[in-house]
């Protein structure tokens, strides 16, 4: 706590220094090309290219380079770089969660909260999020609902991924990257640009990675596992072409293709954490050390392949207004396999611990995703600025036949009075209209207001096998929303930008599947209504840039799997029936001094749940559980005050670079990054007994990279200190994050 408190402590005081040199900043000098002052940053997420320092929005934005430069090359990552951010990763899914709003339950029909675009595109919401991140000109981390410009699911943020274009007029440059390291980790990616004539370029880029599993498994018994073990093999490549036969048109198409085989994703369970049966002194005779060394012995698997294809087409009329199509299309495939082994408790006090028996869990599902956006933008000068635009939605979930290939839940394998089986497909949709405007007012004010208005649809069209019972899933359920922005910005001078807002987001319900009960209820929308303001400030002739915002969030109808309410024996998904508050502040700031570069971020956050009670479904009850009155019983737990899901109280990153020259032009750079996410809940039970509590976690990284001639080399350390966390708590299971990885790297620029 004491070095958190520090950490905190010494950023503030860099903040705090930003207000003592507000009034000042005006009058120093701007800064030349020699003094390196920190770049202005843009933003596009609302359409148009503006200064990240002059609009409303409380965002983390950086460059392909400063990725590279972090170690950031997955998305799970991103959680150590950006405050209030956090990421549970499951295998080929996670959590993301963004001020403790985002996705909370690991299926389908669980929309995520905070939803990812690459290239403009609206990407899968909840498979194939490992994809990497590689020639990558910009990424943009969103914080608070988005419910104009980011669809109908960014409650909790969005993230922005775009990767680098074609250069018309360009040359025949690029580059080509190597990298070997532990785990006999051996890496290639590079890109290359094509200038194929005065009006055409097309670049095309590729990603290669093969390495060892991390993990060291073996049979229960003692003796050797014979299976996949998470051996990764990963390739993507990205081919592209710019088209701009006038200066009014341009036309963008992109295609990705990932095959992106992660061999298995072990998982341990959670119980192998304690060193004694919790409550007790007994000794736990399957306690161990490391995250990495597990129990398993059924067959496994992890592969994800996709396409996607981005077409964006730009015409500007003459009075300047641009008329934008965004086109989206995808298909991809998940396949898991898994061995959950010890996920059946056993009696007395090693309750859930291994008890002998096979456990498995077989998931295949194509997704093909169709979107289509069109805007249209005004000039971005002007007394009044604005936007229009509307965007179409399908999302097809198939869970394939034959259904024993597909969504399967079985102890032993093979038998019906034992397995849970689903096949079927899951269609969704989004239909949605948005618009904002912006009115410039004397004194530097300035209004903005926006809105979309949003329906959308889900249906199941499934048959299951419960345990040998039968049961057809043919149901659908609507919704519409209209979300809201109301900004009021103030420009006080060149250097201090304040803004308040009043914003609101939605998240659409699901479907709970039959559970022998007939027709089960649907869950509602979950929707958020936020309360902000923000200051952020350029000081010290552009040495230093600030951010800084406040937030009070007004959180409603979490969706959330509890005990079925009248029969706790099955789990069932429903709403919180009283809100969650949730409110904190954030701070970011980045300096340049010469050769020297700081950069950091902390989120200070709290939620507390209103009156909610429920039964915990990994607890067998019988006993009725009224999620609004009750009452408190052995099972029927009281949740009111509890902190919402994937909510650590604290975040922060700090990051620290300097530039020796060297003779003949070189240069030799060490970097050094750290980030830091306290504990968090994985469920609103919070019950340390059966794993609830996820530690903290704690990351270092560093690079040491020479330059030479267009020549660098990179010695690179992620996880420096080792540092064992659980990234997910999933079906009683513990998925770690990565270990330490090291190695060396070679790029060569052309």
């Not at 429903?574 to 502040?585: A, C, M, S, V, W």
């Amino acid at each position: 706590m004491r070095a958190k408190l520090s950490l905190s402590a010494s950023f503030l005081a860099l903040v705090w220094s930003s207000a003592l040199h507000a009034q000042t900043a005006s009058a120093q000098p701007p800064a030349s090309a020699a003094s390196k002052g920190v770049a202005d940053v843009v933003v596009t997420a609302e359409r148009r290219t503006v200064n990240l320092q002059r609009t409303a929005l409380p965002a983390t934005v950086l460059s392909g380079q400063q990725l590279a430069a972090k170690g950031v090359t997955v998305v799970d990552q991103l959680q150590f770089i950006a405050p209030d951010v956090t990421i549970d990763n499951f295998g080929q899914g996670v959590d993301f969660d963004i001020r403790g709003i985002g996705k909370g339950e690991h299926n389908s029909q669980t929309t995520p909260g905070v939803i990812t675009y690459r290239d403009g595109v609206p990407t899968f919401p909840g498979y194939i999020t490992e994809e990497p991140y590689y020639d990558i000109s910009g990424i943009e981390v969103l914080r608070g609902p988005q419910g104009t410009f980011a669809g109908q699911n960014a409650i909790g943020g969005a993230v922005f991924v775009n990767t680098q274009n074609p250069v018309i007029g360009g040359g025949y440059d690029g580059y080509v990257q190597g990298q070997v390291g532990n785990y006999n980790d051996v890496g290639l990616q590079g890109a290359v640009n094509l200038p194929i004539n005065d009006t055409l370029a097309a670049r095309v880029s590729f990603y290669g990675e093969r390495r060892d599993s991390f993990y060291s498994l073996h049979a229960p018994s003692g003796g050797p596992y014979i299976g996949p073990s998470g051996d990764l093999a990963w390739g993507a490549v990205r081919v592209g072409f710019e088209w701009k036969p006038t200066d009014r048109l341009t036309v963008l198409f992109k295609t990705d293709a990932d095959f992106l085989d992660n061999g298995a994703y072990p998982a341990d369970p959670y119980t192998d954490r304690f060193r004694f049966a919790p409550g007790t002194t007994t000794p736990n005779p399957f306690f161990t050390n490391s995250l990495f060394k597990i129990p398993a012995q059924g067959d496994q698997m992890a592969e994800d392949k996709f396409v996607r294809s981005t077409l964006r087409i730009d015409y500007v009329f003459n009075d300047g207004v641009t008329l934008r199509s965004v086109s989206g299309y995808q298909l991809g495939n998940t396949a898991y396999k898994a061995d959950l082994y010890g996920g059946v408790n056993a009696a007395g006090p090693f309750a859930g611990l291994i008890t002998g028996q096979n456990f498995t869990f077989v998931d295949n599902v194509d997704e093909t995703i169709w979107s289509e956006e069109l805007d249209l933008i005004s000039p971005n000068k002007g007394p009044i600025t604005w936007i229009v635009g509307a965007f179409a939605q399908s999302d097809l979930y198939d869970f394939l036949q034959p259904a024993k290939q597909n969504f399967v839940i079985g102890e032993p394998p093979g038998s019906l009075a034992t397995e849970y089986i689903l096949a079927g497909t899951n269609p969704e949709s989004d239909l949605s209209a948005f618009g904002q405007v912006s009115i410039n007012l004397p004194a530097g004010f300035q209004l903005q207001f926006g809105g979309r208005y949003s329906a959308t649809t889900t249906k199941n069209d499934v048959n299951i096998t419960q345990f040998g019972l039968p049961l057809a899933d043919h149901q659908s359920a609507n919704a519409n929303n209209f979300s809201y922005k109301a900004t009021l910005n103030w420009t006080v001078n060149a250097n201090n930008f304040l803004y308040a807002f009043i914003a609101t987001g939605f998240k659409p319900g699901g479907l709970n599947v039959p559970v022998g009960l007939g027709l089960p209820a649907p869950f509602i929308p979950e929707t958020v209504t936020d309360y902000e303001a923000g200051w952020k400030s350029s000081f010290l002739g552009g040495h230093i840039h600030t951010q800084i915002d406040g937030f009070y969030d007004d959180f409603r109808n979490f969706q959330v799997i509890v005990g079925y309410p009248a029969f706790p024996v099955f789990g069932f998904e429903l709403n919180d029936p009283n809100p969650t508050k949730i409110y904190g502040f954030e701070a970011e700031a980045q300096a340049v001094f010469g050769n020297l570069s700081l950069d950091g971020s902390i989120g200070v956050m709290r939620s507390q749940l209103g009156t909610f009670f429920a039964t915990d479904p990994r607890i067998a009850s019988v006993l009725p559980c009224n999620p609004t009155t009750g009452p408190a019983s052995i099972s029927c737990f009281n949740l009111s005050g509890h902190s919402q899901t994937y909510a650590p109280d604290f975040t922060a990153n700090i990051g620290i670079q300097y530039v020796f020259d060297l003779p003949d032009g070189d240069t030799l750079t060490p970097r050094f990054n750290y980030g830091y996410v306290a504990q968090q809940w994985a469920t609103l039970f919070e019950n340390t007994a059966l794993g609830d509590r996820l530690a903290a976690r704690n990351i270092v990284n560093a690079q040491l990279a020479w330059a030479h001639h267009g020549f660098v080399v990179t010695l690179y350390a992620t996880n420096l200190t080792n540092d064992q966390y659980v990234a997910a708590l999933n079906s009683n299971l513990d998925f770690a994050g990565p270990p330490r990885q090291f190695g060396i790297r070679f790029l060569k620029g052309f």
